[in-house]
């Protein structure tokens, strides 16, 4: 292991945030970097999950080049750092993120736990 940055990029749009003395949100998609809470999970495969922008968007990114390769909206940010575990009965992989929401970013509380089923490999 060299050390070396692989990639670095702004984390989380516009989308959800705005002047939050206004009550505003901007409902722009643009990539801005906004506060985050909550870290990222990186699978064996290569998949790093996210979830902890402030706006409601859950991710699948690359490891090695950090593309954005899947998205699902939530009800409300996911700020907390995601568990991965594999099912014993199908084998199948799942990842888990709780949506809290955190009132000092303007998103809504949340009291769920989301679950997303990895595609299965085609061999």
């Known amino acids: 292991m060299s050390g070396k940055v692989l990639w670095s990029k702004p984390f989380?749009?516009?989308?959800?945030?705005g002047p939050l003395k206004l009550g505003v949100r901007t409902m722009l998609p643009i990539t801005i970097g906004t506060p985050t809470a909550?870290?990222?999970v990186t699978t064996r495969g290569g998949l790093v999950f996210?979830?902890?922008a402030?706006?409601?968007?859950?991710?699948?990114l690359e490891a090695a080049t950090g593309r954005?390769?899947?998205?699902s909206r939530l009800?409300?940010?996911?700020?907390a750092t995601p568990?991965?575990?594999?099912?014993?009965?199908s084998g199948r992989q799942f990842v888990v993120v709780a949506e809290g929401?955190?009132?000092a970013y303007g998103t809504k509380p949340g009291t769920k736990l989301v679950a997303f089923a990895l595609p299965v490999k085609q061999e």
């Open 75 to 79: 009800a409300t940010s996911a700020n």
């Open 83 to 89: 568990m991965t575990y594999r099912s014993p009965v």
């Open 12 to 17: 989380g749009t516009g989308r959800d945030i």
């Open 50 to 52: 996210i979830g902890g």
């Open 68 to 71: 954005e390769l899947w998205s």
């Open 38 to 40: 909550g870290g990222a």
């Open 101 to 103: 929401g955190r009132p």
């Open 54 to 60: 402030a706006e409601h968007t859950f991710r699948a």
